[in-house]
Nanobody, 124 residues
């Protein structure tokens, strides 16, 4: 199995940017489709972005489309989420997730492996 560790969260003002990283170990990242999800206190887990195994196909939630960019570097066993033009409603714990296979999809239930999460707080 693969272990996933997120990093890069923090406190940022609205309009600012953060870049989250998710480093995989245990198995090659190339084996997994990857996703980013987030969860704010008292709210349901929310799909953010996904990338297929190659990184050539990505999908984004409407709420982040045009602002967030997911990428992956399989050689470094790392996936990224570049977050620009951040809004207070982006405040959440962000989780990296992996799914064995080529495509991940938008449903969190598709993903078998999860990181511990990294907190993103966007102030007004």
């Amino acid at each position: 199995q693969v272990q996933l560790v997120e990093s890069g969260g923090g406190l940022v003002q609205a309009g600012g940017s953060l870049r989250l990283s998710c480093e995989a170990s245990g198995r090659a990242l190339s084996f997994y489709a990857m996703g980013w999800f987030r969860q704010a206190p008292g709210k349901e887990r929310e799909f953010v972005a996904t990338a297929d195994r190659s990184g050539g196909n990505t999908d984004y939630a409407d709420s982040v489309k045009g602002r967030f960019t997911m990428s992956r570097d399989n050689a470094k066993n790392t996936v990224y989420l570049q977050m620009n033009s951040l809004k207070p409603e982006d405040t959440a714990t962000y989780y990296c997730a992996g799914r064995p296979g080529y495509y991940g999809g938008r449903s969190f239930s598709n993903y078998a492996y999860w990181g511990q999460g990294t907190q993103v707080t966007v102030s007004s």
